[in-house]
């Protein structure tokens, strides 16, 4: 079932996604060489104390991981493209590092992902890479507005991809949110235009285009969650909490201006 917020349940979800957004771009800048993955699991766990928050991936046992999950923020290195599961290591020059978080405040969720290289890229293609998913989160929430179809959505994202020569796994993609974090719809990052559910003003989604460099296919760490490239292809992640209202998508974790 989806649920269609108000105004005001729009702007508490905006709240939240400004939580969401100041984390990101705090942890972001932790991304340094040297610097160990846990240790910026730890200190998004004094950030979400500060802010009076509550991580969505704590204790989170969905059936496509082997839970319960036990941390509160996905950090996943390199090959690594989804859920990484926080662990002992050192960041080096060069690495990318996907951060994706979701947290809920007085009950709304927000769900917002970056992905950053570490210190100096080692290849242009990486850098390349990630503006791609950015490129293509831009190109979807253009596309989320009263009227249009999910398929827009979806072909919006798929159609960047295409463009630059990126290959797109449709396993996992954005979904709904709100009161939780994930709920209908489910939103592929491949569609077809003017296919699928009308959106509504009112319906909030978490967008997410994520690709690599290499085939599509992904392996399951030894963790249970950390999903990786099977090919050992760099990857990238970016995500936005978006809320479709009938003045035009409203980005509810863009970062402070």
């Known amino acids: 079932m989806i649920e269609l917020k108000s105004a005001g349940e729009i702007d508490a979800m905006a709240a939240t996604g400004a939580v969401v957004a100041h984390m990101l771009t705090t942890l972001s800048e932790q991304a340094r060489p040297g610097v160990d993955v846990m240790e910026i699991e730890h200190h998004a766990r004094d950030l979400l104390a500060d802010a009076g928050a509550v991580s969505c991936y704590w204790d ?13 923020v996905c950090l ?31 009950g709304w969720v927000a769900d917002s992902a970056v992905t950053v290289v570490v210190g100096t890229p080692r290849e242009d293609g990486d850098v390349a890479l990630i503006d791609s998913t950015r490129r293509a989160l831009d190109a979807a ?9 999910l398929g827009d ?6 159609s960047v991809a295409d463009a630059h ?14 009161r939780t974090m994930h709920e ?11 296919k699928g559910l009308r959106l509504r003003a009112g319906m909030t ?13 992904l392996v399951v ?21 978006v809320a479709i209202t009938d003045d035009g998508p409203r980005v509810l974790t863009a970062p402070a201006a």
């Open 76 to 106: 996943s290195v390199n090959d690594a493209v989804l859920h990484g599961r926080p662990r002992p290591h050192v960041l080096a020059d060069g690495d990318v590092l996907s951060l994706d978080l979701a947290v809920s405040v007085d």
């Open 141 to 149: 929430v253009a596309a989320a507005v009263p009227g249009n179809r």
């Open 60 to 72: 989170y046992a969905p059936s496509f991981g082997r839970g319960p999950f036990r941390n509160v």
């Open 184 to 194: 209908d719809p489910h939103v592929s990052n491949r569609g077809r235009a003017g």
């Open 205 to 217: 989604l978490a967008l997410e285009p994520w690709w690599s460099r290499g085939a599509p296919d």
């Open 153 to 158: 959505v979806s072909a919006a994202i798929g």
């Open 165 to 178: 020569g990126y290959r797109v796994n449709t396993d996992f993609g954005g979904h709904g949110l709100g």
């Open 221 to 241: 760490d030894d963790d249970g969650w950390t999903l990786r490239m099977a090919d050992g292809s760099m990857a990238a992640h970016s995500e936005h909490t």
